[in-house]
C-alpha cells in the first residue's frame, strides 16, 4: 500500500467540483491521490435548471461532462451512486464497488423536503436533476397534446408551483413566457393555462429585500402568475393539491420547490444531522471526524445572527474553494483555514429580459438585472471550464 | 331566397378540398353558392402524418391553413364540427348553427376500426390527424423522460404498432430513425428500446408485391423493427397488448394502424351503410339522393374483380375531381361522368432513404423509391397550392 494520502470527493456539484478544481491546481505530483465519485458523468449547473425545466433553454446547456472539467491524469473519477458512508472503516460503498479514504469530501447534495404534506413525494415533481427537469418539461407539453384530445380537460393546463423561493419565482418566470409558445404550437386559447405560485410563508422569497419582492410579483402577475401567498398545501393528489381549508385545485402537474434538506446518506452514516445537513466546524469538518469535510446542501452552517445560511451554489462554492486549501493544509501540517462567507449578492431571474437583485449593496431589476444574472452564470462557467466552457455553454443572447 | 343553387362540402380532407379547389376554378360567377365545412381552419396532409407523429418532422409540414387554398371571395369557409346530416330536409346542424344545401358533398373522413378487440379504444392511440399526432410525439418523448427517472420501467420504452398496413409501415420506419436521436438526447442506452410491428393477417402490406413487402420487412428489421406477422391483438389493457395465445407484451405505448371504417354520422344519416361507408353509384352519389355526392373514406367503390378500392389519397382526389366536375354538370344540366380510378403507384416510406414502391408498372427500392415518394408529396402539394405552397411546406432535403 502506497503512503499517499487518498482523498475522496462525493458529488461533483459545486462544493464537489470546486473542491476537485482547487485541488487538480495546487497539489503537488504525487503529494495525493483524488477520486471523485458521482453518479452521472456530468455535473450540472442547478441555478439554471429552471430554463430547461420550462422549455426555455436546452438541458444541454444545464450540464458539462466531468470529463471536460477535470483532467483526469490528475484525478481519478469515478461514475457510481454512493450506497453507504463508512467513517469508521473509512471506507465508501459504492453501488459497484468500495473505496477508501484517508480524507473524505460529502458533497452530495440535497433531497426536497416536504415538511411531510401528503402526496406531495408521489405526485409532485422536483426541479433537481437533469432527469427530473426534462421530465417536467416534457410533462408539460404533453399536458398540452392531452388537451386537445379531451378540451374539457382544463386541468391539464393549470400548472401549480408550490413555493415561492428562488426556484419557484424563477422557474414561473420561464413558464410564463413558455406558455405563449406551447399555445401556439398546440393551437391552444393562452386564456385557458393558468399558473398558481403557492407559498406557505407570508412573502414570496422570504428574507429578500420587499421592494424588490413586490416588483417581481408584479412583473410575474402581469406574465400570468396567480400568486397564492400564505397559503399552505395541505395535500399533493392525483387531480391536484389541497390548499388552506380545504379548498381544491385541481392539475395534472404539480411542481414542488418548497424546500430542500440534506442527504439520508448523511444521516445513515451516523452524523449527528438537522433535516439530513451536519453542522460543521470553522474549517468544514464534521464534529468528531477530523478527517471527513462536507459541502454544499449536506453541510449546516450559521451567519452571525445564528441563522444558518441558506443552501446555495454561491455558498458551496466558496466551500469547496476552502475545503481544498484545508486539505492540502493538512497534508502539509500547516495550519487549517476558517470559512468566512463573503456575500457576493443575490439575483433572481424573472424570464426574459426581466430580474431582480442586490449586488454590491445595490438594488437592480429589469434589463440591468437580468444583464446581472446573466454575468453571474458566464462568471461560473468561467470559473469552472475557462474562456472554451463559456463560449459552448454561454448563451448570450 | 336566391335561386341561386347552394353547394355544401362537408370536410376538408383530399376529396373535399379537390371538390372544392375544382369549384372555385370551374364556376362562373353567381353560377352557385359554394360553403366549405371543416372541424379545424387547416387541411391537414394525412400520408404525411407519419413523420409528425414519430417526430421527424414537424407537425406544421402536415397542414395548410385552409384560407391558403381556397379564394374566400369564391368560396365561403365555416370552421365548424358536423353534428348531425338532415338528408330529408336538405339541412346540415353543426355546432353552432345550421346550413341548407340543394348539392352535399361529404367527405368527413374515416374512423378507427378496431374490430371490437377490448381496450383499443380506450388504451391506444391514432395516426388520423394533427392533434393525434401530436399527442403520439408528446408521449414517446415523454416515455424516454419518465424511464430516466424509473429506470426499471422498460416497458416505458416499449412501443407496440398495431397493424402493418401502409401507415403502420411507414410509422415503424420513421420511429426506428427517431429513436436513436432520443436515446442521445436522454441518455438512454438504444439497446433497451423495443419496437413492434403486429399484424393479425398472414403478411405485412397485404395485397402489395411480395418481393417489395420483403424487400421492407428487411429493411425495417435491421433498423430494430421487431415484425409479429400472423399475430392478432386479443386485448389492449392500460400495460400493453395481449396477444395470439395469451402472451401479453407490457408498454405503455401502443399505437393502432390497423383498420378504417366510415363515419357515424353518414349512419346516423340514414344512408345504408357498410362499415360506415357507402356504396356509392358510377357518379359518385349517394343511393336514391340525386343532390348528394360522398367522397374519400366515407365512399365505398368496387374495382372490376368485386374488391373495395382501399380508403388512400389518390382516389379520394380523383373522385373529388369528377365530383366537382358532376356537381357542375348537374346545375347547368349536362351529363354526368362516371368514376374510373387510375392508378398512378403506390409508394410505401421506410424511413429516412428508403421506400419501397410500383409506379408506372415497374417496381422501385431504396434511394429511388424514396426520391419517387417524395416526388409525390411534392406534387400533391403543387396540385392543391401550387408553387408557393410547394416552397413552403415541401422539404427538399
Known sequence: MSNIPKIVILGA????????LRLQKELNYNEADVTLVNKHDYHYITTHLHMPAAGTDNPENARVSISKLIDEFKIDFVKSTVVQIRPQDKKVILEDGTLSYDYLVIGLG???ETFGIPGLGEYAMNIRSINSVRLIREHIEYQFARFKREPHRTDYLTFIVGGAGFTGIEFVGEL??????????????????????????????????????EYGMNVLTKKGVTFRIGTAIK?????????????????QTVIWTGGIRG??????????????????????????????????????????????????????????????????????????KGFVFSNKGTVASLGKGEAIGIAFGKKYTGRTAAWLKKLIDLRYLFIIGGIPLVLRKGKFF
Open 176 to 213: 410564463s413566457d413558455r406558455i405563449p409558445e406551447l399555445c401556439k404550437q398546440f393551437d391552444v386559447d393562452p386564456a385557458l393555462v393558468k399558473i398558481y405560485n403557492i407559498e406557505a410563508a407570508p412573502t414570496a422569497l422570504p428574507g429578500f429585500d420587499p421592494e424588490l419582492v
Open 235 to 251: 395535500e399533493c393528489t392525483p387531480d391536484g393539491v389541497v390548499v388552506g381549508e380545504g379548498e381544491e385545485i385541481k392539475s
Open 263 to 336: 442527504n439520508r446518506l448523511i444521516e445513515d452514516a451516523g452524523f449527528e444531522t438537522m433535516r439530513g445537513r451536519v453542522k460543521v466546524d470553522d474549517n468544514l469538518r464534521a464534529p468528531g471526524h477530523e478527517n471527513i469535510y462536507i459541502v454544499g446542501d449536506n453541510s449546516l452552517m450559521f451567519n452571525e445572527e445564528g441563522r444558518p445560511y441558506p443552501p446555495t451554489a454561491q455558498i458551496a462554492m466558496q466551500q469547496g474553494v476552502v475545503c481544498a486549501h484545508n486539505l492540502i493544509a493538512s497534508i502539509r501540517n500547516q495550519p487549517l
Open 110 to 112: 440535497g433531497e426536497p
Open 13 to 20: 456539484g459545486y462544493g464537489g467540483v470546486l473542491t476537485a
